[in-house]
């Protein structure tokens, strides 16, 4: 009982379009006068790196319809809407204050489609290993 190969390809797609949208621009590299920027700034970007790796992983367990693979993906989302509300309320280095940013946005929307459909398809994990145990 594995998920119809189309649904996996369009969340495998899914979750790499929101890893990207979540990697911005590093605005702190190109408009600090410091070409190796601040502390901060090379910690953000740093994690903005782990969080499009994490993407990406989650696209392969996605598409090889592993649990860990949503899970994964789950995890890039709260990370993401975690940044973004940083971002606008305490601030990140380099990075300005705008809460109606278009691409966040459609970041946000995209987020809560992929976590309606993993939250279906994890439903579908438990239903099915719970009948096992039985």
């Known amino acids: 009982m594995t998920s119809p190969r189309p649904r996996r390809i369009g969340a495998a797609a899914l979750i790499v379009v929101i890893g990207l949208l979540n990697f911005h621009v590093p605005h702190f590299l190109l408009e ?10 090379r910690l953000l970007e740093a994690a903005l790196l782990i969080t499009m790796a994490a993407a990406v992983g989650a696209a392969i367990g996605i598409y090889r319809d592993r649990p860990w693979g949503w899970y994964l993906g789950g995890l890039v989302v709260l990370v993401g809407v975690a940044m973004y509300v940083a971002q606008e309320t305490i ?4 990075l300005p204050r705008v809460w109606w940013e278009p691409s966040r946005i459609l ?6 489609l992929y976590l309606h459909l993993a939250m279906k398809n994890c439903a579908k994990w438990r239903r099915r290993y719970s009948r096992r145990a039985i």
């Open 32 to 41: 600090s006068g410091n070409p190796t920027g601040t502390v901060g700034a």
């Open 91 to 94: 601030g990140l280095p380099g």
């Open 107 to 112: 970041a946000l929307a995209l987020e809560a």
